[in-house]
């Protein structure tokens, strides 16, 4: 099973090799038309030969070491951790051929009978909010928030997971740019409540996304996604939620994802970053060129050089702290996951300690940069449910239908290392905070641990013969227990950003 997932990894990463070489041909010719672009984004789209290049070399190191050993991949289990559920580099390899995208995939319509049942379901369900169809003017639509004052200081992060009938905020139907490995129902996923319940805060509630609020509230402004495949999952769940009302102008290129509402002059980007910090492959020190390095002490240009054209960055990071790299910290090499030839020397660091070292910096990198005064918001790190084993020994999260009961999950000790270190990572940038940004802790860690349901599990393709079900011997099929369903809980996530951005940009008493 373990060699079938890898010979799937190796076959997509090819084809994803052979479109990033294509992506720099392309990205020449596009500079010839960004005068049709909004300004701030002339940089973006000169930028794409380079970034291309990055995503190119990237892609290529983690994809031929398991050529040249399997065994490595096959074998693969976080250093330090014997007791938890790892996260599959094959899966997030899996996705590199979705970082890479034709425009012409990111036709989006709207089906009129769809967003007709959806209203329908809304009208049922009375626990809406604002009804989209009574406000709609601006000014209503901001003062009726506006005055939820009170709600402005609830925690967001501890409460409950709720039943709610009226439904997801979209369908696999009614958005077309759900990437088939999530489109769980599209796959032939024969439950669907999962779909269908809500975070409710303990102190107050979070009022089901309305997509023309979100969009007015950031009217001329940029909403950034900055991370892995799970940021592209995040940002795919937003696009999906507002093309409800609007169809987005898909002005991206082959590698980097933007789309454009017109009513209200709103860009939303995507910008891929595994680690956050920057990486190279020349030789460094004992590290020869086939393993990727990381400098852990300075932010990932890929995204840092962009920073002052976004108004809103959501920023995520962490699982590919489990793929092999070597960490170099003030010009030495202070440790390696999956990697480290001289067993005699001693590591410094682990790849949890290199994940908040990589957290901080790209951070305070930001939180210092004269010109920045967005909002960031750190999406915490998100739980995987491979339950049994890792990913490749057996874990599994197949037959969950419902979120977990409090007491039912069991603790993970990588995740909740992981979620420590962000979290530390990011209270020492904040203290480094010199610059207008604002900086926000979304943490969602504890509340999407109970969502094992969430997951595409075996449902990871339209494959009519793929196996859903153990085996004889008791065997799982092979699954995705990482990324989250469309639409699912990963939804929330969304609705959390949009109250995020409510209190800030729509606070009276600031
Ligand atoms: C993991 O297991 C090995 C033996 O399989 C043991 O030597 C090591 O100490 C364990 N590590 C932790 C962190 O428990
Ligand atoms: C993990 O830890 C539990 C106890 O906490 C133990 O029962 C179980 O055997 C361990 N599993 C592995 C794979 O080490
Ligand atoms: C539109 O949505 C309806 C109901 O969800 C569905 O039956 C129909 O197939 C969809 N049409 C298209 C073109 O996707
Ligand atoms: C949407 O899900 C239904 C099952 O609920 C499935 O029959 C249909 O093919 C899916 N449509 C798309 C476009 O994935
Ligand atoms: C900030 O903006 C000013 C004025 O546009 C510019 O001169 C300066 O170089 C910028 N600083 C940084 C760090 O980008
Ligand atoms: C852009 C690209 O290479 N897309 C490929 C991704 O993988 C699917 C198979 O699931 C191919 O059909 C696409 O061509
Ligand atoms: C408004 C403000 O606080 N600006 C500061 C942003 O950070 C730089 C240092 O990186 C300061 O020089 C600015 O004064």
Redesign the pocket.
Known sequence: MAFAVLFEFLFFSKVFVRNALNVCGEAMTSVSSKASYPKTFLSIVSLSGGLAAFLLLASWLLVSRPVVNPGAFISYRVQGFNNTTTTDPNLDGLRSNITVLDDSNFHVYSNKSAEKAIADDRKRSGIEEPQPDVLQNEEQLLDKYSIRKADSDCDLYHGKWIYDSSGPLYRNDSCSIITQMQNCQGNGRPDKDYENWRWKPDQCTIPRFNPKLFLQLMRKKTLAFIGDSVARNQMESMICILSQVEEPKNRGNKRMQRYYFRSTSTMIVRIWSSWLVHQSTDPFDFATDDVVKLHLDSPDEGFMQYITDFDVVVLSSGHWFAKQSVYILNNEIVGGQLWWPDHSRKKKIDNVEAYGISVETSLAAMA???NY?GLTIVRSYSPDHYEGGAWNTGGSCTGKVKPAMEGEIPENGFTNAMHEKQVSGFRRALEKK???SKLKLMDITRAFSYRHDGHPGPYRSRDPNKITTRGPDGKPPPQDCLHWCMPGPVDTWNELVLEMIRREFNNPTQ
Do not use: R, V
Request: avoid cysteine; charge should be positive.
């Open positions: 210092t940069q004269q005064s010199s610059n207008k």
